[in-house]
């Protein structure tokens, strides 16, 4: 929620009252610079105990309602049957207005069943933009991912309001090339993820159903952060001015076939679901529940998650609640580009994004920009971010590097955990950086996995710039903070 001070500026607030707490702690400088030496410069081997904020991922990480928390404590713990499923069936209804509804353990599990009842062997599936788990999937059932992002989708430095769009013409294009029988469905997500958090607009969602159905392909919607895409919608476009949330989510509802989820990021929980109110979808699909995650109505969830992904879902719909990450989100990222520190615009769904290719433009990409700003980051705040550049992208059957299209550092804003004054925090320590941006130096691999080498890829320094920032950040601010 946004409220307007007396001097006219805008201010994002908190729609909630802590209630409860977990202690954070500062690491000193001297000590984030030998974490993140022990760490080999990848920000997930980092121990918690060294971050001050853990801005790595949205996922899981969210603070929960107390009525979510209440809820868990009444959940009801059977194997068959259990109420906790039916109140979230009800939720499901109530939400999204579909009938037929699974729990799975997370979100790429319901990929991992949707590429099992749909993908055969050199099927495609259409995209308005790939997820990791998505892609994954579909390649291992012997599909292929096909993306159908718009012009300036992955231009750092955009107006557009709509960057998650699906362009239709290259839809028609795919569906002449293969025929559409070998097209097994086409996938939308909300807020597209790995483009910067873009949403995509109502009317591009309606003018994709259309045309899938024109073709006989079912529509999936991948509505993990399905709530700010809502709440971008009606800010964004001027149709759903006076509309409210729900109203949103239900009108979207009406344009797809099957919906699934990670209950981690919208719906403040953890787990997932797949929904739809087509029967044979439904059975196609339940064929493969019990061999992967479990029995119809636990689906490889504990039944406490159940609980608070159901209340997690109604509340989702909340302005408030929906509001609460993509205010301080736009927040974030105004007050830096107002400082020129290069982030990408418009402000997006889940975090707030570092452009290194613009940051840091003395290092080249073959020497990760991106992974090495996340790693100075650290050293100058405690600040934990992602890399999501050349580093997470593996290298081709060749062994050559593939440099990754936008180097990118994420810094991911779990709903509701951080105050104004982190973020205040935040904006600082990212200035001094960038002020002192010449002190960062390219980074090289020590120890590279095959395959996702990002997520346990060691690496160093080239020239020992770790050292220098360190002490030039003590010159300024001392030890302690
Ligand atoms: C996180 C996410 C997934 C995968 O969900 P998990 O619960 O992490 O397995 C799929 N799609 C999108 C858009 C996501 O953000």
Same mark, same amino acid.
């Given at each position: 929620m946004n409220i307007t001070l007396s001097n006219g500026k805008v201010l994002p607030i908190e729609m909630h009252q802590i209630k409860i707490v977990q202690k954070t702690h500062l690491p000193p400088a001297s000590r984030r610079l030998e974490a993140m030496q022990e760490a080999g410069f990848n920000t997930f081997l980092l121990r918690t105990k060294d971050i001050f904020l853990d801005m790595l991922t949205d996922s899981g990480t969210n603070a929960m309602s107390d009525r979510q928390l209440s809820a868990m404590m009444a959940s009801d713990d059977a194997y068959a049957g259990s109420e906790s499923f039916f109140r979230l069936a009800a939720a499901v209804q109530e939400v999204f207005g579909l009938r037929f509804v699974m729990p799975v353990h997370q979100g790429r599990a319901a990929e991992h069943l949707l590429a099992k009842a749909f993908v055969k062997p050199g099927?495609?599936?259409?995209?308005?933009?790939?997820?990791?788990?998505?892609?994954?999937?579909?390649?291992?059932?012997?599909?292929?991912?096909?993306?159908?992002?718009? +012009?300036?989708? %992955? $231009?750092?430095?955009?107006?557009?309001?709509?960057?998650?769009?699906?362009?239709?013409?290259?839809? =028609? !294009?795919?569906?002449?090339?293969?025929?559409?029988?070998?097209?097994?469905?086409?996938?939308?997500?909300?807020?597209?993820?790995?483009?910067?958090?873009?949403?995509?607009?109502?009317?591009?969602?309606?003018?994709?159903?259309?045309?899938?159905?024109?073709?006989?392909?079912?529509?999936?919607?991948?509505?993990?952060?399905?709530?700010?895409?809502?709440?971008?919608?009606?800010?964004?476009?001027?149709?759903?001015?006076?509309?409210?949330?729900? +109203?949103?989510? %239900? $009108?979207?509802?009406?344009?797809?076939?099957?919906?699934?989820?990670?209950?981690?990021?919208?719906? =403040? !929980?953890?787990?997932?679901?797949?929904?739809?109110?087509?029967k044979d979808f439904y059975d196609r699909i339940l064929a493969w529940l019990p061999v992967y995650e479990g029995f119809a109505t636990y689906g490889g969830m504990s039944t406490k998650e159940i609980e608070a992904m159901a209340v997690g879902l109604r509340e989702m719909t909340d302005p408030a609640v929906a509001s609460s990450s993509a205010d301080f989100i736009e927040y974030f990222v105004r007050r830096l580009a107002e400082e020129g520190v290069p982030v990408v615009t418009p402000a997006g769904g889940l975090a707030c994004h570092l452009d290194a290719t613009r940051f840091l433009p003395h290092i080249p990409q073959s020497q990760y920009p991106a992974g090495a700003l996340a790693a100075a980051i650290y050293i100058a705040s405690g600040i934990r971010g992602m890399e999501r550049g050349t580093i997470s992208t593996d290298r081709g059957a060749d062994g050559s590097e593939t440099l990754a299209d936008m180097e990118l550092v994420r810094l991911a804003l779990p709903r509701r955990l951080y105050t104004l004054s982190h973020i205040e925090y935040a904006i600082d320590r990212l200035k001094w950086l960038f002020v002192h941006r010449e002190l960062i130096g390219g980074l090289k691999f020590v120890e590279e996995p095959a395959v996702l080498r990002f997520f346990f890829g060691r690496l160093a320094p080239i020239g020992g710039w770790d050292e220098r920032l360190a002490e030039d950040f003590r010159a300024d601010f001392g030890d302690a903070c």
């Open positions: 099927d495609a599936v259409l995209m308005n933009y790939h997820f990791t788990t998505s892609k994954a999937h579909v390649d291992l059932a012997g599909g292929r991912v096909i993306e159908l992002f718009g +012009e300036d989708a %992955l $231009e750092t430095c955009s107006c557009n309001p709509f960057k998650g769009n699906l362009d239709l013409g290259k839809f =028609a !294009a795919a569906v002449e090339e293969r025929g559409p029988e070998r097209i097994a469905y086409v996938r939308m997500e909300a807020t597209t993820n790995l483009i910067g958090g873009q949403p995509f607009s109502m009317q591009n969602l309606r003018d994709v159903k259309a045309m899938a159905d024109s073709f006989g392909i079912p529509l999936v919607f991948d509505g993990s952060l399905i709530s700010e895409n809502a709440y971008f919608i009606q800010q964004r476009e001027a149709e759903f001015a006076g509309t409210t949330l729900q +109203e949103i989510i %239900l $009108e979207m509802m009406r344009n797809v076939d099957i919906l699934y989820m990670s209950g981690r990021k919208s719906a =403040a !929980a953890r787990g997932g679901l797949i929904a739809t109110n087509r």
